[in-house]
């Protein structure tokens, strides 16, 4: 079983935002299990960090939902089986834990609240694990 952390800043508020989550986390409980690590500001968020990490970046790579599948299967294969993926506040992420980051991946040219970034990078985590079963959950 592969194990995940997410590092991010603040909590949510929106129950619909919260449902969702839940329901990838559920979705993806076979395979991958999730943590996620909240912290209040950038500082603390920069304490909390355990190293390495994937910092999703808007300047970051880009690539498409395979080759994310592939690159992810490779990074928990030479990481453990655990990865660290961190979710900058407002400002974005600190330049220093940007240049310290093993992999800067970019969900999207556009920008997206923090809080659905979580969202989105929970239901590309699933997709890259579907992908590799197999499964027509990516068709």
Not at 19 to 43: C, D, M, P, T
Request: charged letters at 25%; zero cysteines.
């Amino acid at each position: 079983m592969f194990k995940v952390k997410i590092y991010t800043i603040g909590r949510l508020k929106e129950t619909w935002l919260q449902e969702a989550l839940a329901e990838y986390e559920k979705r993806l409980s076979r395979q991958i299990g999730v943590e996620w690590v909240l912290a209040k500001n950038e500082r603390e968020l920069t304490e909390k960090i355990q190293s390495p990490w994937i910092a999703l970046d808007v300047r970051g790579e880009l690539v498409d939902s395979v080759a994310l599948s592939k690159k992810l299967l490779k990074l928990f294969s030479h990481h453990g089986s655990r990865l660290n993926f961190l979710i900058g506040g407002s400002e974005g992420i600190d330049p220093l834990l940007l240049e310290k980051s093993a992999w800067r991946w970019s969900l999207s040219p556009l920008t997206f609240t923090h809080q659905m970034t979580r969202l989105i990078l929970l239901e590309q985590l699933y997709r890259a694990i579907e992908i590799d079963s197999g499964s027509a959950y990516h068709k």
